[in-house]
C-alpha cells in the first residue's frame, strides 16, 4: 500500500503508550440485539441526524470485530480504546461479547483500554436525575469484575461537557434537550457518576484510572475588555468546570451555586485521585463578546441569548467538519493546563486526536496528524507529563448528528458492502511506530 515520505518524528519517551480510539454507539451497529440507547431514540426523529441516518448498523463492528482486531495488530497499536455500551450490558449476554473482545485484543498483543460511558445512555435513564449516577457506579462494578482480570486502564466517562452542551443545553445531539443553563445538572451528575465510578473500579481492584474531557485553549477574539471577558466565560464552561472538580475538588467561581443538591459532599467524591488525565483535542475555540444573533460553531447554531459567541480562526485550513487546523493549540493547550494545575494534574494521555476528510488517499490527515505529534512533543520538552497518545478514529464511523458523511477512520468503510480499506493514513501511522520502537 502507498507509504507517503514525510520527515522522521522525534522521538517519544520510552513505554509512551500509542493507540486508535473509537466508540460502541458509532461502530458496533447490532442495534436489534441490545437495549435501545438515547441515541436510538433521538436519531429515529426525523430531522435530527444530516443524512437521516442511524447508528443501527454502522461498521457492523458487533459481527466484525475479529476482522477490526485484525486491523489493529496491523497497525502495530499498543492499545485500543473502545467504548462498552450500557443497553448492551444490560442486555442478555452484552458482556459476553466485551469479554470476546477483550480476549482477542490480549491475543492479538493490544492492550483494552474501555471507556464505560460514550454517550449512549440507555433510553429509559436520564442525566437530569441525580440517580442516574448511582446506578452508573452499578453498570461499572459489574463491567469491571468481569473484564478486570485483563483490562489495566480503564476510562469512566467521555467528554461530559460536549454530551452536556450539545445533547441537553442545545438539543443537537441526544436526548436533544434544549435546556441552555437549566442542563447545569446534567453536568453535575455526570460528574458525580465519575467519581463513584471511580470507586466502584478501586472496589474492584482497578490501579490506571482516567477520564477523557474534551479541552482546546479559549482565544479571545479581541484585548477588548468584553471580548476576553466572554472568552473567559466560555473556558469555565468547556474546560475548567469539567477539570477543576477532578483535579482540584472545587467547582470555579460561580457554578456551584448554580447546582443541585450539597456539592460540597459530592465534590469530595467527584475528586476521587486519578491515575492520569484524559484529554480529548481537536482544535482551540476563539471567542468574543455576544453580538445578539446566532452564531455558527462548528457546524452547530449557538442562539443569541448565550453570554458569548464564537467566532470563525482565519487563515487555517479546516477539516471537512469545518474545524480550523491548528497544531500548536494542542502545545498551549498542555502548557497552559500545566501552569495552572501544577502538581495537581497526573500525567497527561491524549485520548482522542485527528480529523475528518474524505479518501483512500488522505494527505491532510497524514499532514494533520504529524503536525499534532510535533505539537505534543513540544509540550513533552516543555516539561509537561504526556504518557499516550489515542488517534480518533481506527474506521470511519457514526458521526452522531452528522451521520456516515464525515469520515475520521484510518481505515475506510464502504457502508453498502461494510468493506474496510486501510487509507494512507494507515500506512503512515504503522511507519510512525515502527519508527519509534
Ligand atoms: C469527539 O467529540 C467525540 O468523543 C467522538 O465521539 C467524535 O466522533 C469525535 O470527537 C469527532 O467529532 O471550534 O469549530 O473547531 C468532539 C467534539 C466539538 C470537539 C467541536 C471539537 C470543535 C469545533 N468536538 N469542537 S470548532
Known amino acids: 500500500d502507498p507509504m507517503p515520505r514525510t520527515p522522521r518524528l522525534p522521538s517519544f519517551p520510552p513505554g509512551f503508550l500509542w493507540g486508535v480510539s473509537t466508540s460502541a454507539h458509532q461502530i458496533e451497529g447490532a442495534a436489534a440485539e441490545r ?4 441515541w436510538d431514540t433521538f436519531s429515529a426523529e426525523p430531522g435530527r441526524v444530516k443524512d437521516g441516518s442511524t447508528a443501527a448498523v454502522a461498521c457492523d463492528h458487533y459481527h466484525r470485530h475479529r476482522e ?25 449476554g452484552g458482556l459476553d461479547f466485551y469479554d470476546r473482545l477483550v480476549d482477542e485484543l ?10 464505560l460511558f460514550h454517550w449512549d445512555l440507555p433510553a429509559r435513564l436520564d442525566w437530569l436525575e441525580r440517580d442516574t449516577a448511582s446506578r452508573f457506579a452499578q453498570y461499572v462494578a459489574r463491567v469491571a469484575d468481569r473484564l478486570g482480570d485483563r483490562v489495566r486502564i ?21 436526548p436533544g434537550s ?28 482497578a490501579r490506571d484510572i482516567g477520564i477523557a474531557n474534551s479541552h482546546g485553549p479559549t482565544w479571545p477574539a479581541s484585548p477588548e475588555p468584553a471580548d476576553v471577558a466572554a472568552a473567559d466565560f466560555y473556558d469555565v464552561l468547556l474546560n475548567r468546570m469539567f477539570a477543576e472538580p477532578v483535579l482540584l475538588g472545587r467547582y470555579p467561581e460561580g457554578i456551584a451555586e448554580l447546582l443541585p443538591g450539597d456539592v460540597e459532599a459530592d465534590l469530595e467524591i467527584i475528586a476521587e485521585p486519578l491515575d492520569w488525565y484524559g484529554i480529548n483535542y481537536y482544535a482551540p475555540a476563539r471567542v468574543g463578546a455576544p453580538q445578539g444573533v446566532a452564531t455558527e460553531f462548528g457546524g452547530v447554531s449557538l442562539p443569541a441569548e448565550l453570554p458569548f459567541a464564537p467566532r470563525p480562526i482565519e487563515g487555517r485550513p479546516v477539516t471537512d467538519s469545518g474545524w480550523p487546523v491548528v497544531p500548536e493549540g494542542l502545545t498551549e493547550l498542555l502548557t497552559g493546563f500545566r501552569d495552572r494545575y501544577g502538581d495537581k494534574l497526573p500525567p497527561v494521555i491524549i ?6 476528510g474524505e479518501g483512500l488517499d488522505d494527505p491532510g490527515r497524514i499532514a494533520y496528524l504529524d503536525g499534532h505529534l510535533r505539537a505534543l512533543h513540544r509540550a513533552i520538552e516543555a516539561g509537561v507529563d504526556v504518557r499516550g497518545y489515542f488517534v480518533w478514529s481506527l474506521l470511519d464511523n457514526w458521526e452522531w448528528a452528522e451521520g456516515y458523511a464525515r469520515r475520521f477512520g484510518l ?17 503512515w501511522f504503522r511507519e510512525v511506530l515502527r519508527a519509534q520502537r
Open 351 to 356: 485520548t482522542e486526536n485527528g480529523c475528518s
Open 35 to 38: 437495549e435501545p440507547s438515547v
Open 154 to 174: 480503564w476510562i469512566t466517562l467521555n467528554e461530559p461537557a460536549e454530551h452536556t452542551l450539545l445533547g441537553h443545553a442545545l438539543g443537537v445531539h441526544a
Open 106 to 115: 490480549c491475543a492479538a498483543g493490544v492492550r483494552p483500554v474501555p471507556t
Open 411 to 427: 481505515v475506510h468503510v464502504d457502508y453498502a458492502t461494510l468493506r474496510r480499506t486501510p487509507k494512507a493514513s494507515y500506512a
Open 178 to 205: 434544549r435546556l441552555l443553563f437549566d442542563a447545569l445538572p446534567v453536568a453535575h451528575h455526570q460528574l458525580l457518576a465519575h467519581g463513584l465510578a471511580v470507586g466502584a473500579l478501586r472496589a474492584a481492584g
Open 68 to 92: 477490526d482486531v485484525a486491523l489493529l495488530a496491523g497497525l502495530g497499536v499498543d492499545a485500543y480504546r473502545f467504548s462498552v455500551s450500557w443497553p448492551r450490558v444490560d442486555s442478555p
